[in-house]
Structures are given as C-alpha cells and as structure tokens.
C-alpha cells in the first residue's frame, strides 16, 4: 500500500513538473511585447508596398482611378450628356496620374509613419479574429498625421499635371446648371489626400490579412515567428472553446 502511494506521488509530482514544464517552453515560445510590434509593423510596410505597386500602375487598379466626389457617376454623366467625354476624360486621367505621383514622392512620409508608431499593447492587435487589426489601429493612429504630412505633396502633384485648371473649368461649367443641389468643390486636394490614404489602407488590410493565414506572406523571419506563434495560439484557443 505504501508503495503505490508513493508511486501516486511520484506520478502526480512528475505530472506538475511536466506541466510546469510545459508552461516555460510556451513562455519562451511566445515572442515578446517587442517582437510582436516588430512583426506587426514588418506587416504594415509590406502592405504599404503593395499600395505602391498599386499606385505604380494605377490605370489597372480600379481604387487608384480617379472619380468626381458626391455622386460620382451622376455628376459624370451629366457632363458627358453636355457633351464634355474629353474634358472628363483629361480631368480623370491627370488627376489619377497625379495621385500616383503624390504617392511616389511620399512613400518615406507613409513608411515613416509605420517606423514612428507606437503599438500598445501589441499582443491584443496579434492575438484576434479581426484579421485586419493592425490596419485598423494604424489607420486610427495615423491618418490625422499622414494627411496633414500629404496634402501638400498631393497639391503640388494636382498642379503639375494641371489637373486644377481642367478641375475650375468643369466647376464653372458644372455649377452653373440650373437646379443643382450640391456644387462642386473648386479644390480637391484634401478630398484626393483623403481617397488615396483609404486606397493605401485597403492595400495594407488585405496584405495583412493574407499574412495572418499564409505562411508565403510572410517575408521576413519576425513575420514568420510572430504570425505563426498567433495563428497557432487561435488555433489552441478556438479548441479550448469547443
């Protein structure tokens, strides 16, 4: 009797030690605060990337063209049924030009910003379902900054291609009809600012979103070993719910 009590001791003893054990592996498994911000901010820039390729070729890339603010594809077809098709069709395709040119010259503003941005509470951004999370805290964070740091870029771009003189004369032309409810803004660089970053944006929330459930989307070694530490701790927690 003694003897398999002592055996139970041993067997319950060596349960606790393994479970222990099995504790400090995870702990040392599971990146750090650090390496999680480090591994969500490689994702954010790498979904930046493919923003910049994106705005590289803009004329293949539906959310990089151009269209009239409001309602968009109404105040089109009014001008072209004045028959102003190739006024409209220079207007869409310098301001498209010029956004792609913004978003070239400001590519260190945008990379910038990642690198500046402080991730709190890294691990809760990591850890979810939301499979556009850190996209989501970027966006909140940073967009107040990136627009005030593009604006000026995107004007300047609107200006070289002299997409602001064909804009004041679909304006003139525009806001002159009878019975319209909504005039024409005679400036659109903020509302040019504004579309590109929400493009920039979607950029970055699929890329994410790739990356959280495709090991290939996963370019660099902190990527590889924060992203796969979270799907793997999702995977173990939608178990423990079951």
């Known amino acids: 009797m003694k003897k398999i009590f002592i055996a139970a001791v041993l067997s319950i003893s060596i349960i606790l030690l393994s479970c222990e054990g ?3 592996i995870a702990s040392i ?10 591994g969500l901010k490689d994702a954010l820039s790498q979904g930046l990337f493919r923003g910049f390729n ?15 603010p409001g ?3 109404k105040i089109e077809k009014t001008l072209r049924d004045l028959g102003m098709d190739k006024m409209v069709d220079q207007v869409t395709g310098k301001f498209t030009r010029a956004a ?5 010259a400001a590519k260190p503003v945008f990379l910038n910003s990642v690198k500046q941005m402080s991730i709190k509470d890294a691990a809760g951004i990591l850890l979810t379902d939301n499979a556009h999370a850190a996209t989501d805290y970027f966006k909140t964070a940073m967009t107040p900054e990136l627009m005030v740091a593009f ?9 070289l291609e002299g997409a602001n003189k064909d804009w004041s004369s679909i304006v003139n032309v525009y806001n ?25 944006f979607i950029s970055v929330a699929n890329e994410e979103a790739d990356i959280r459930t495709k090991y290939e ?22 178990q423990q719910k079951q």
């Open 176 to 200: 002159k009809i009878p019975f319209i409810n909504k005039p024409l803004e005679p400036s659109l660089t903020d509302f040019i600012a504004a579309r590109v970053i929400d493009a920039m």
């Open 29 to 38: 498994l599971a990146p750090s605060e650090f390496e999680m911000a480090t």
């Open 22 to 24: 099995l504790k400090q």
């Open 217 to 238: 989307f996963r370019k660099t070694d902190i990527m590889k070993r924060v992203f796969g530490y979270a799907e793997e701790e999702m995977k173990r927690r939608a």
């Open 100 to 104: 792609s040119s913004a978003v070239v």
């Open 54 to 68: 994106a705005f590289a070729d803009p004329n293949g890339n539906p959310l990089v063209r151009f269209v009239f």
């Open 71 to 73: 309602d968009a594809a």
């Open 151 to 159: 604006r000026p870029i995107v004007d300047s771009s609107i200006k």
